[in-house]
C-alpha cells in the first residue's frame, strides 16, 4: 500500500510540471492555437518555395530557347524605347498584382508620341523640299542663273505656289516666276517695282480699229461670243472713241511700260493671261508701294473673277481710300478681303451711312464672306 500511494504521488508531481495551468486554467486552447499557427507557417514556406522553384524554372526554359534559337536584329523606330523589355510572365511573382500605378507605361507612351509625330507636328517631305528649294534660289541665282532656270522651269505649277511663297522675290527672281497659270499668286513682302510686277503678269497686243458702225457691231457679238470660250479678261485702249478718263489716265503708265511710248492713234488691248486661272492674288506689304490706283485699276479691270485679295499695308494714306473704292466696284465677286495694317483707315470709310463711305454695300460686294481689318486705324481701333 505504501509503495502504490507513492507512485500515484509522483504521476500526480509528473503531470502538474509537464502542464502548468494558466491563470483561467486553459490549458487545451492554447495548445491547439499553437498548433494552428505553426501549421500555417509550414504551409506558407511550401507554397513560397515552390513559387521560386517555378520562377527558376521557367527561366532556365527561356534561356534555353534562347540558346537554340537567335532572333535577329529588332529595328526601332524613332519613337520606340532601345531598352529591352522582359516579359511580364517572367517578372510575376507570388502575391496580388500591382497597383497600376506602378505598372509600366513605355507602350502607350510611344504610341502616343508616334501618334503626335503622325498628327503633323513634323513637317512634311513636300515642305522640306520647296524651302530648300526656294533656299537654292535666294542665294545661288546670281551665281548659276541659267542653270537654276532650266531647273525650275520643269517644277509643276503647284510647286512653283509654294516655292513663290517661300521666297525673298526680287525683281531679279520674278522673272523666273512669270507666264506660269497660277491659281494663288502670292507676293507677300516682296520688294519689287511696278514696273516689273506688270512686264512678269500682263500683256499688250496693238489691235485694228474699226472704221464704220457694221465693223464694230460685228466685233462687239465676236466679244461677246468669245466670253465663253475661256479668252483672258482684256481692257481696251483707244482714246479717239473713248473719253478720256481716270482709268485710261492711270492705265496709260501700265501701256507705256509694256510697249514704250504709246501711239495714242491706236487701239491697245491690256489683258493678263491669269484671268482664266486665278482666284487668290496676295500683295500685302510689297514695297517699295506700289501706285495704289493705278494697281487698284490694273486689278479690277483685268482680274474681275478673283475670289480672294489679300492687300495688307500696301496702299497709301493719300490713294488709299479711292483704290477701296475701285476694287468694291470692280471685284463684284470678292469673298476674302484683307486691308489691315493701314493706319489711315477709319470706321466711316465702310459705314454706308456716312459721307466718307467708299463702298456701296446695297450694290458692290454683295459676296464678300471675310473682310481683314486687323491692326487698322490709329492706335489699332477700327
Not at 74 to 97: D, F, I, R, Y
Not at 141 to 154: D, E, G, N, V, W
Request: proline fraction near 6%; charge should be positive.
Amino acid at each position: 500500500m505504501t509503495q502504490g500511494r507513492k507512485l500515484k504521488n509522483k504521476l500526480k508531481s509528473f503531470t502538474v510540471a509537464t502542464k502548468p495551468p494558466d491563470n483561467h486554467g486553459n490549458n487545451d486552447t492554447n495548445t491547439a492555437c499553437s498548433q494552428s499557427v505553426t501549421s500555417k507557417l509550414v504551409r506558407l514556406r511550401a507554397e513560397q518555395a515552390r513559387a521560386e522553384k517555378n520562377r527558376q524554372r521557367l527561366r532556365d526554359k527561356a534561356t534555353d530557347d534562347d540558346a537554340h534559337f537567335a532572333s535577329p536584329p529588332l529595328l526601332l523606330a524613332p519613337w520606340e524605347s532601345s531598352v529591352k523589355q522582359t516579359p511580364t510572365l517572367h517578372n510575376t511573382v507570388a502575391g496580388p498584382p500591382p497597383p497600376l500605378s506602378w505598372t509600366p507605361k513605355t507602350k502607350e507612351v510611344a504610341t502616343q508620341r508616334r501618334r503626335r509625330s503622325e498628327s503633323g507636328d513634323l513637317p512634311s517631305l513636300c515642305s522640306m523640299c520647296v524651302r530648300q528649294i526656294a533656299y537654292h534660289i535666294d542665294t545661288k541665282y546670281a551665281a548659276y542663273p541659267a542653270y537654276l532656270t532650266k531647273q525650275f522651269l520643269s517644277l509643276p505649277i503647284s510647286i512653283k505656289q509654294k516655292v513663290l511663297q517661300n521666297t525673298c522675290l526680287t525683281n531679279r527672281l520674278l522673272k523666273l516666276f512669270g507666264d506660269t497659270p497660277y491659281s494663288d499668286l502670292c507676293l507677300e513682302n516682296a520688294s519689287i517695282s511696278m514696273s516689273r510686277l506688270v512686264q512678269a503678269f500682263w500683256k499688250i497686243r496693238c489691235a485694228e480699229r474699226k472704221d464704220n458702225v457694221k465693223q464694230l457691231r460685228d466685233d462687239w457679238e465676236e466679244d461677246t461670243d468669245s466670253d465663253d470660250e475661256g479668252e483672258p479678261d482684256t481692257y481696251t485702249f483707244d482714246l479717239e472713241y473713248q473719253e478720256e478718263d481716270e482709268c485710261s489716265y492711270h492705265l496709260q503708265y501700265v501701256l507705256n511700260v509694256l510697249a514704250g511710248n504709246v501711239d495714242l492713234s491706236k487701239r491697245y488691248i491690256l489683258f493678263t493671261p491669269l484671268s482664266m486661272t486665278l482666284v487668290s492674288l496676295n500683295i500685302s506689304f510689297i514695297r517699295p508701294f506700289l501706285p495704289s490706283t493705278s494697281i487698284a485699276y490694273l486689278i479690277s479691270t483685268t482680274l474681275p473673277n478673283l475670289l480672294s485679295l489679300s492687300s495688307a499695308g500696301c496702299f497709301t494714306a493719300t490713294e488709299g481710300p479711292r483704290a477701296l473704292s475701285i476694287i468694291s466696284r470692280g471685284l463684284r465677286r470678292l469673298r476674302f478681303w484683307d486691308i489691315g495694317y493701314h493706319e489711315w483707315i477709319k470706321a466711316d470709310l465702310f459705314c454706308e451711312w456716312s459721307p466718307e463711305s467708299v463702298i456701296n454695300w446695297r450694290k458692290d460686294l454683295k459676296d464678300l464672306q471675310v473682310l481683314h481689318l486687323h491692326y487698322s486705324g490709329r492706335d489699332h481701333s477700327v
